[in-house]
C-alpha cells in the first residue's frame, strides 16, 4: 500500500454571496476530488489546537503527525532546516520577509502595508535585493539568508522570542502599531526600506508596473526545532515535494526525503506535472511508502484576496496534482490511500488565515464506496465525520 497527502495550503474559505453562497472550493470545477469524494470518505479536521496561532507552520506540523503543543518551536527555525543555516542553542530565527509598502511622503510608521510577498518576487530578483540590506544591517549579532521567493531569514545571536505580526494578518493597514516592539528590529526595518525603495530592482520592477520589493517584515521568531524521525515514529519511508521552505525545513527535521521540482515556485504558476510526477516516481521507482505533495497557491491567491485565481489554483490542483498521481500510481498497478486536505482556511474576504476546521477527502484505492458526496466544506460538515485532534488523522490514514 502506498499513502499520499496532497495539501493545498489555504483552500478552505468561507461563504460569498457573489458566490451564491458558495465557497471558493464548491464553486471551483474539481471534477478528480469530486469522484474521489464519491468514492471514499468526507469529513472534517481540526488542524490547529485551540489557542495556538493559525499557521501554516502549526497546521502542517499537525497534518504530518507531530502534536504542535509538543513540537512547534516557532516557524523561522523550520524554515532554517531547509535553507541549510545550523543554529546554535543560543540563537533565535526570524522570517524575513520582502513586502511592499506605499511609498507617499510620510513617517516608515505611517505607511500602508500593499502586499506580502512583493507579487511574488523571484528568488533571484530577492536575493539581490537581500544582499543590498546585508551589506548594511548585517553585524556580529544579525545575519541574513536567501530563501525562497519573498521569503527569507535573520539569525539573530542570544536574541529574544518576541511577538512579532505576520504581514498577511495586517495587509492593507498602516503598519505603526504592527511594528516590533524591540527597537533594534525595527530600526532595521526602517533602514531596509531607505536601502530598497530606490535600487535599480525596484525602478524596473515599477516600471514593468510590478510592486516594489521596499522593505523587510520581520516575524515568526522562534528557536532550534527538535522534531521525531516520520520514519521511526510511523514506520514508514516518506517524502516532501514543497516549493516552500517551511514545509522543506519540517521534512529535514523528520528526516524525510526532500524532493526538489525544478520550476516549483509557491505561486499560481508553479510547475504541477512536474510535482506530480514526482510524486508518482518516489513511490513506484524509488520504494517510498509515503509522500507529501504540498501547493502554496490556494494560500497566496487567498491572501491577495483574489477570488478567482484561487479558484484557479483550486482547479490546477485538482487536474494537474491530483488527477496525474491517482491515475499514475493505477497504471503501476499500485494500491493506495490518498488524503486531501487544506491546512487551515484562508479566505478571500479576510486576505488571512483562520483556525476554523478544514474538509479532509480520504480515498482508498482498494474499498471503493458509493456515495453522493462532493468535496467541499458544506458536505464534509454534514458527513458527520469529525476529527478533533489534526495529528492524530495520519494515524487514520495509515490505519489500513
Known sequence: MKYVVVLGDGMADKPMDKLDGKTVLAYAKTPKMDELASKGEIGMVH???DGMNPGS???NLSVLGYNPRKYYSG???????SIGVPMKETDIALRCNIVTLSEEDCPYEERTILDHSSGEISTEDAAVLLEAVRKELETDIYKFYVGTSYRH???WDHGEVKDLVPPHDILGQKIGKSLPEDEALREMMRKSYDILKDHPINAERKKKGQNPANSCWFWGAGTKPALSSFEEKTQKKGAMISAVDLLKGIAVGASM????????NGGLHTNYEGKAQAAVDVLTKDGY???YVHLEGPDEMGHQGSME???QAIENLDQRIIKPIAEGLEAAGEEFRMLILPDHPTPVSIRTHTGDSVPY??????DIQGHTWHYNEAEAEKSGNFIEKGHELIDYLFSK
Open 47 to 49: 488542524t490547529i489546537p
Open 57 to 59: 507552520d502549526t497546521a
Open 75 to 81: 516557524r523561522s527555525p523550520l524554515e532554517a532546516l
Open 153 to 155: 531569514l535573520l539569525i
Open 257 to 264: 526525503k526532500v524532493i526538489t521540482v525544478e520550476g516549483a
Open 289 to 291: 511508502d509515503f509522500v
Open 309 to 311: 485565481r484561487k479558484v
Open 361 to 366: 477527502l480520504l480515498y482508498d484505492s482498494t
